[in-house]
Nanobody, 114 residues
């Protein structure tokens, strides 16, 4: 199993960014996938989850701003982030619990300037 995150970068406050996580070795039709983030001075936290059949759930601090989707043909999940704020700055990680083990992507840096 490998998770490869990409697409981070620098964006101004109020802007949007989409990050991706390409999976290999995972049956995307059954595996739930999560996005987590670690912001400066804080522990890593869950952002949201997408199930194998596409149902999503989000933490309150991103509801209405972030959305998760998945492309089964490309074995990829996406995190669309809108109305970004400086407090969203951090490293974003994709994650899954699959076949009895936890798997993490390498993280991608998102920086929001004020």
């Amino acid at each position: 199993v490998q998770l490869q995150a990409s697409g981070g970068g620098l964006v101004q406050a109020g802007g949007s960014l989409r990050i991706s996580c390409r999976t290999s070795g995972v049956n995307n039709k059954i595996a739930s996938m999560d996005w987590h983030r670690q912001t400066p001075g804080h522990e890593r936290e869950l952002v949201g989850t997408i199930t194998g059949d596409g149902r999503t759930d989000y933490q309150d601090f991103v509801k209405g701003r972030f959305s998760i989707s998945r492309d089964y043909a490309r074995n990829t999940i996406y995190l669309q982030m809108n109305s970004l704020q400086p407090e969203d700055t951090g490293v974003y990680y994709c994650h899954t619990f699959y076949r009895g083990s936890e798997w993490w992507g390498q993280g991608t840096q998102v920086t929001v300037s004020s």
